[in-house]
């Protein structure tokens, strides 16, 4: 049974969020502090992390700034901040989805599979010998889910790597921001088109000598992306 934790201020919120996925056969539990959802995050093992921004004590943005440091584990951010400023900076520091409030509990409910179901089936997947991209100085081990750069690790987070994986396996192809959501995330890109765009720019600062000259993930104006190889 998966293991979710709630980090929400506002209790009957959360209790709603608990029932309903509750009823999805997930084990939940609720911490309405955010030093204290915090502190719980890191301290022991959950497959999910549902996290409002605007909690007492620490914030959401720290949050997950911290939970990324040391874990992989999808992050889904909520919210009742439209500006897309705080999506984007909420996707920056390494959440996978961002949910603006109001929203319906079986929106929550679907995302959460959504992102588990990948999680899972990433990590989860056994084969033998690792599966390895490797062109111009980037080596991107698939089976291992490590990147090198010219024999350097860089650390990415799970969507990163998804993203960067999938250019990677079809190289010289150009892709769609739409696209790219849809194979990544799993769901319809309407409204969430800045979510692609972010984690491109954190591939790029992660991996390209020269961010504004990109060697590997070369924007096609007016259409989306392409790995070049």
């Known amino acids: 049974m998966s293991r979710i934790l709630i980090i929400e201020d506002e209790e009957s919120i959360a209790e709603l969020e608990k029932d309903y996925l509750e009823l999805s056969n997930f084990e939940v539990v609720i911490e309405n502090r955010g030093d ?6 890191l301290a022991e093992k959950f497959d999910m992390y549902v996290l409002d921004l605007m909690l007492p004590g620490v914030d959401g943005f720290e949050i997950c700034k911290k939970i990324r440091e040391v874990k992989d584990t999808p992050i889904l951010m909520v919210s009742a901040k439209k500006d897309d400023i705080d999506k984007i900076h909420g996707l920056g520091l390494g ?3 961002y949910l603006t409030k109001p929203f319906s509990p079986s929106e929550l409910v679907a995302r959460v599979k959504a ?10 997947s056994a ?8 062109v111009n100085g980037i080596k991107i081990d698939k089976t291992a889910r490590r990147v090198y750069v010219n024999g350097e690790e860089k ?6 790597f998804d993203l960067l994986t999938f250019l990677a396996s079809n190289p010289n192809r150009v892709f769609t921001k739409e696209e790219l959501f849809s194979n990544i995330w799993d769901m319809d890109s309407v409204g969430d088109i800045a979510t692609v765009t972010v984690h491109i720019k954190k591939i790029r600062e992660k991996i390209e ?21």
Do not use: C
């Open 127 to 134: 084969v033998s010998g690792n599966q390895i991209i490797e």
């Open 95 to 97: 959440a996978d989805d």
């Open 209 to 229: 000598f020269d961010t504004s000259k990109p060697q590997y993930v070369e924007t096609i104006w007016g259409v989306g992306y392409r790995f070049k190889a």
């Open 155 to 160: 650390v990415l987070t799970t969507k990163e």
């Open 36 to 41: 204290e959802g915090l502190k719980r995050a």
């Open 115 to 124: 992102h588990l179901a990948r999680y899972e089936r990433l990590i989860g």
